[in-house]
């Protein structure tokens, strides 16, 4: 099946930072889309972008399709940016997303 | 707009007892699938519900299944609970060629 990997798993930054997150995947996918789970536990959707470049606030995100990767870039970090980023992408139709393992972010003030 | 629903957030259960959770879509998503986290295999995919029809299954034992009513809200049955059960258990709904999947806050199940 389809492979999802993200880099790096861990990543610390000072406030006021800026970080880029990485995706690839193995196949062609229908779907793509960035989470951020909070403390609690809840997937917040970050960005659906099966391909292009959004921006939302201080977050953007790049997918590129054909080369089977996407971007995450956070710009001037704040502590409440820290948590859990997944990415997941739809493989083929059925509702089944397949997660990468996540990048862990910590913001230090 | 109401977002994902899922009752109850925590549940404490012992081992060989059953569970079912519920998950309310948002109005007007039709599909709704499930999700187990724990901290060792990551988030994996349980199944997905359409208009009241198992549409994919994920790579779990019978013990776990799920179903969908007529108004699209979902619930999951854990039968014969195992201590490997306790996971934060997610709930996710869409639309038709919509915009992305929505989740729900969690239930976390605890089996003792």
């Known amino acids: 099946g389809i492979q999802v990997e993200q880099s790096p798993p861990d990543l610390i930054l000072q406030e006021g930072a800026n970080s880029t997150l990485r995706c690839n995947f193995s196949?062609?996918?229908?779907?793509l889309q960035w989470f951020h789970q909070n403390p609690w536990g809840q997937l917040i959707n970050l960005f659906y972008?099966?391909?292009g470049t959004k921006q939302n606030g201080r977050l953007s995100a790049t997918t590129v399709a054909t080369e089977r990767y996407s971007l995450l870039y956070i710009s001037s970090s704040q502590t409440t940016d820290s948590g859990v980023y997944f990415c997941?992408?739809?493989?083929?139709?059925?509702?089944?997303?397949?997660f990468g393992q996540g990048t862990e972010l910590s913001v230090k003030p | 707009k109401a977002g994902v629903t899922q009752t109850p957030r925590y549940l404490i259960k012992t081992r060989g007892q059953q569970v079912t959770l519920s998950c309310s879509p948002i109005?007007?998503?039709?599909?709704v699938s499930w999700y187990q986290q724990t901290p060792g295999q990551g988030l994996q995919f349980l199944f997905e519900?359409?208009?009241?029809?198992?549409?994919n299954k994920g790579n779990f034992p019978g013990r776990f299944s799920g179903r969908q009513f007529s108004n699209s809200r979902s619930e999951m049955n854990v039968s014969t609970l195992e201590l490997g059960d306790s996971a934060l258990y997610l709930c996710?709904?869409?639309?038709?060629?919509?915009?992305?999947?929505?989740f729900g806050s969690g239930t976390r199940l605890t089996v003792v």
């Open positions: 109005s007007g998503h039709r599909s």
């Open positions: 519900y359409f208009s009241e029809t198992q549409r």
């Open positions: 996710a709904s869409s639309r038709p060629r919509g915009d992305g999947y929505t």
């Open positions: 196949d062609s996918v229908n779907n």
């Open positions: 997941a992408v739809l493989y083929n139709q059925g509702g089944k997303l397949i």
């Open positions: 972008i099966p391909s």
